[in-house]
């Protein structure tokens, strides 16, 4: 949202796996809705009594990796809490509604086959997005997940992100001189 409402911020952006829309068929009726919003979100903002499932299956190829994020405190198998629900709903909504807004040089990276957030989002953002400077890298290979971090077993796909990542930036960035130290004191 930020470079939609602070471009003068950012020189460029890179979006690993985006979510910025969720399908209608993936939202509850209107009337569910309305009543998380006005009702359960304001009298028990972080119950966590939504559904969900663990999906970090989805999101990394490798055991041992899904067995670190699933011990996580912070990891994917938490049930939403009600307001964090209701806000990502909201934000994507807000998001998917001003794609064309987005005007500062972008590099999208998504995996095709992705279940967690569909690489189609990624395609639409790409192809409403104003940006006269904007790249899409789908990924054949690859979870969720993965591009940036998935472990010895997609070790191809990650070298091969991060190598488009690093391309992307050098190109759009002025490097100092050999030699020169970064961040040191005169």
């Known amino acids: 949202t930020m470079c939609i409402q602070h471009p003068e911020l950012f020189d460029g952006v890179v979006l690993v796996a985006p979510m910025i829309h969720i399908g209608p068929e993936a939202l509850p009726p209107k009337a ?3 009543i998380f919003e006005h009702v359960v979100a304001c009298a028990a903002p972080q119950a966590d009594i939504l559904p969900s499932k663990d ?4 999101a990394w190829s490798d055991p041992a990796i899904r067995q670190q994020v699933q ?3 912070l990891g994917m198998g938490r049930k939403l809490r009600v307001r964090t629900a209701l806000e990502l709903m909201k934000a994507t909504a807000w998001m ?3 794609l064309e807004q987005i005007r500062t040089p972008l590099l999208v990276l998504h ?4 279940q967690v957030t569909l690489s189609s989002c990624s395609v639409m953002l790409h192809q409403r997005a104003a940006s006269a400077d ?3 890298r789908l990924f054949e290979h690859g979870m969720h997940a993965e591009l940036l971090h998935g472990g010895p077993r997609v070790r191809a796909v990650m070298d091969d992100a991060l190598a488009a990542t690093a391309t992307w930036l050098r190109a759009r960035t002025t490097c100092p001189a050999p030699g020169l130290a970064i ?3 005169s």
């Open 55 to 58: 999906i970090s299956a989805l």
């Open 32 to 34: 569910v809705q309305w």
């Open 71 to 73: 011990q996580s405190p």
């Open 183 to 185: 961040g040191a004191g």
């Open 134 to 136: 904007k790249q899409l």
């Open 111 to 114: 995996a095709e086959h992705d």
């Open 96 to 98: 998917s509604a001003r």
